[in-house]
């Protein structure tokens, strides 16, 4: 079954070579479940606590339309500013969350062992090769949580568009049957100005459940979680804007 997914991944993503190939049990670190169904990551606990404090204060924010999310896999899918970005989804559920990152993250001297204590999954650039991929469905069928930036990179630039998205979410979405979580930085984060953060309610890409998909189909679920991300950001811009209209 392993080898037919693995067939399956590569001939509808075509992904880049990976480095070479290192024990699974080595590649990601799976956390266990305690007795409430959670997956605790002792280190992101500490650093959740640290930096919480501080990123409120420097830069803070609000986060709307988001439920505290239980035990059980989810694929948190959002854009990508800068790289206070990764606490919101951590912000939203007592669970450890699995990061996708850049692979030459996890060889760096110090960052790279902390990465590695937290269940960073090492991926190539465009996040679509075969052992992230499979790294990241260890992860979902272990129970735990994964956050994605199909941007793959931070945005710079000064417009509204997000970046394109890279593939991997829907398609990890999809061969795992996960629900996607949806999240939306609404405007770019600068120091003391509050940033307004939008969660959708989970997502599951249901229509491509079963059925032999190609490279265009996993390129259309790809835009379907684009688009929900620029539905909620606009359903929060107009929301603002007609609360505006009642006050004045």
């Known amino acids: 079954m392993k080898e037919e997914q693995t067939a399956e991944l590569s001939a509808a993503q075509q992904p880049e070579k990976a480095p070479k190939k290192q024990k699974d049990a080595e590649r990601v670190r799976l956390f266990p479940a305690g007795k409430n169904g959670y997956h605790r990551m ?104 994964i956050s994605m930036f199909p941007e793959g990179t931070r945005n710079k630039g000064e417009g509204d568009d997000f970046l394109p998205f890279h593939g991997g979410a829907a398609l990890l979405a999809i061969k795992t049957k996960t629900p996607v979580i949806p999240f939306v930085i609404c405007n770019r984060p600068h120091v003391f100005r509050v940033t307004h953060v939008v969660f959708g309610e989970p997502m599951e890409l249901k229509e491509f459940y079963g059925r032999k998909l190609t490279q265009s189909d996993y390129e259309a679920a790809d835009e379907m979680l684009r688009n929900r991300l620029y539905e909620l950001r606009e359903e929060f811009r107009a929301s603002r804007k007609k609360g505006k209209k009642k006050r004045g």
């Open 42 to 145: 002792p280190l992101m606990d500490f650093l959740r606590a640290i930096f919480y404090p501080i990123h409120a204060v420097l830069y803070p924010f609000r986060m709307h339309g988001y439920k505290k999310v239980g035990p059980g896999p989810y694929i948190y899918v959002g854009n990508h500013y800068c790289l206070w970005d990764v606490f919101y989804p951590a912000h939203s559920t007592k669970d450890g969350i699995h990061y996708l990152a850049k692979e030459s993250i996890l060889h760096a001297p110090v960052l790279g062992s902390w990465a590695k204590r937290v269940g960073v999954i090492g991926a190539m650039r465009d996040g679509t090769d075969v052992h992230t991929l499979m790294d990241a469905m260890r992860v979902l069928k272990n129970g735990e949580k």
